[in-house]
């Protein structure tokens, strides 16, 4: 079974709007990722949060991590239609050794 | 090369074929992972390599599935007999270390397998 839950499954907003997107996970883990994937190919990381971490920037990403309450939010701002992707989170954990566990992703659409 | 390779892009097969894909990762990576995609559905794990060995092989489906390292570098994954719930997107990927250490791991664009 998949360690992470995203939410919403989909999302579509106007370009210049922020996109967030949520994801749930199951077990204590070290570190959580964003990846983005276009067209159902090669993912693309995007940020990595520690889990001692609580906030994290990059760019016009803005991560979070709840390690009480196993979630993660990434806050996409000033959307643009290249930003139309699905996005996964992943988690790794001591107990699950080197794999990345990934959600089911959101499909996010930025309709211009 | 720059990134990860796979090869083929694309594949189809007939049901109870055998087929293999393969990856190269980045050069100088020592980790390096298989994943599978079905359609519309998060990555599943397959496979680790740490260099030549699989300390990790917990994701492989079934015995039909298999995967080989060698030389540190290319790697194949082999799917005998196959189904027509093996269509997917098989993705490879490859990190610096691995051995525990968190780090990024770079995505390939991944083989579209389908079974007829």
């Known amino acids: 079974s998949q360690q992470g839950e995203e939410d919403p499954q989909a999302l579509s907003i106007q370009e210049g709007e922020n996109a967030t997107m949520n994801c749930s996970y199951k077990?204590?883990?070290?570190?959580l990722q964003w990846y983005r994937q276009n067209s159902g190919r090669g993912l693309v990381h995007l940020i990595l949060?520690?889990?001692?971490?609580r906030e994290k920037h990059s760019g016009r990403l803005r991560v979070t991590l709840d390690t009480s309450k196993k979630s993660s939010s990434l806050l996409i701002t000033a959307s643009r239609a290249a930003d139309t992707a699905s996005y996964f989170c992943?988690?790794?954990?001591?107990?699950?050794?080197?794999?990345?566990?990934f959600g089911g992703g959101t499909r996010v659409l930025v309709k211009p | 090369g720059a990134g990860v390779s796979q090869s083929p892009s694309n594949k189809v097969t007939e049901k109870g074929k055998d087929v293999e894909l393969r990856c190269d990762p980045i050069?100088?990576?020592?980790?390096l992972y298989w994943y599978r995609q079905s359609l519309g559905q998060g990555l599943e794990f397959l496979i680790y390599?740490?260099?030549?060995?699989?300390?990790?092989k917990s994701g492989l489906p079934s015995d039909r599935f298999s995967a080989e390292r060698t030389g540190g570098s290319v790697s194949t994954l082999t799917i005998q007999r196959t189904q027509q719930e093996d269509s997917a997107v098989y993705l490879c990927?490859?990190?610096?270390?691995?051995?525990?250490?968190?780090?990024?791991?770079?995505f390939g664009p991944g083989t579209r397998l389908l079974v007829l």
């Open positions: 077990t204590s883990i070290n570190n």
């Open positions: 990927a490859s990190s610096l270390v691995g051995g525990g250490l968190q780090e990024t791991q770079y």
């Open positions: 050069s100088g990576h020592t980790a």
């Open positions: 992943a988690t790794d954990a001591w107990a699950a050794g080197n794999k990345l566990t």
């Open positions: 949060i520690r889990s001692n971490e």
């Open positions: 390599f740490q260099g030549n060995s699989a300390p990790d």
